[in-house]
T-cell receptor, first 114, second 113 residues
């Protein structure tokens, strides 16, 4: 069974802390994505990566960075967490072999920044 | 710019009845794909149904079907014989290149016994 695993289901951090959200996929997918989900706003793309060490900004990259050192792992980094980054974070992956290939999602990390 | 609009934040339906969730989108692209995803309380996003824009025939998957109106840029989801397990957030999504998805704001569906 294909899997996208996010390391934490719930996370509580303090303002100003550096936060790492980890995501691992076991499907050998080229593409990996980080979304932020907020009520009434749906899912918004933060960053995506189409290959190791490659990354591109999504629609709301401010305050975030990413790292993809290995194909299976895509990390989202909050350099200095702020309360407005309290949200649900969803990682997803997909293959590049077909343009309309569906996204496979992790179960999400609910991050609270106090 | 590509936008996806779901105008119904929340809906309710009785078990075994039929419900339709609305979605409209805006794009200047001609070749694209549309999806409906379901997010139950477990938070795991699940693909419900997919439609290629170049296909005129509406997609169906068991109790789920779509009404795709390309000229009107409308892509509604019909759920027949609603079941309690259909209770979830439903997201309409659009993609036209390189797997970059655009999502709507979601519709929370509550199936009542």
């Amino acid at each position: 069974d294909v899997k996208v695993t996010q390391s934490s289901r719930y996370l509580v951090k303090r303002t100003g802390e550096k936060v790492f959200l980890e995501c691992v996929q076991d499907m050998d997918h080229e593409n990996m994505f980080w979304y932020r989900q907020d009520p009434g706003l749906g899912l918004r793309l933060i960053y995506f990566s189409y290959d190791v060490k490659m990354k591109e900004k999504g629609d709301i990259p401010e305050g975030y960075s990413v790292s993809r050192e290995k194909k299976e792992r895509f990390s989202l980094i909050l350099e200095s967490a702020s309360t407005n980054q309290t949200s649900m974070y969803l990682c997803a992956s997909s293959t590049s072999t077909t343009v309309n290939e569906k996204l496979f999602f992790g179960s999400g990390t609910q991050l609270s920044v106090l | 710019a590509q936008t996806v609009t779901q105008s119904q934040p929340e809906m309710s339906v009785q078990e075994a009845e039929t419900v339709t969730l609305s979605c409209t989108y805006d794009t200047s692209e001609n070749n694209y794909y549309l999806f409906w995803y379901k997010q139950p309380p477990s938070r795991q996003m699940i693909l419900v149904i997919r439609q290629e824009a170049y296909k005129q025939q509406n997609a169906t998957e068991n109790r789920f079907s779509v009404n795709f109106q390309k000229a009107a840029k409308s892509f509604s989801l019909k759920i027949s014989d609603s079941q309690l397990g259909d209770t979830a957030m439903y997201f309409c999504a659009f993609i036209y290149n390189f797997n970059k998805f655009y999502f709507g704001s979601g519709t929370k569906l509550n199936v009542k016994p």
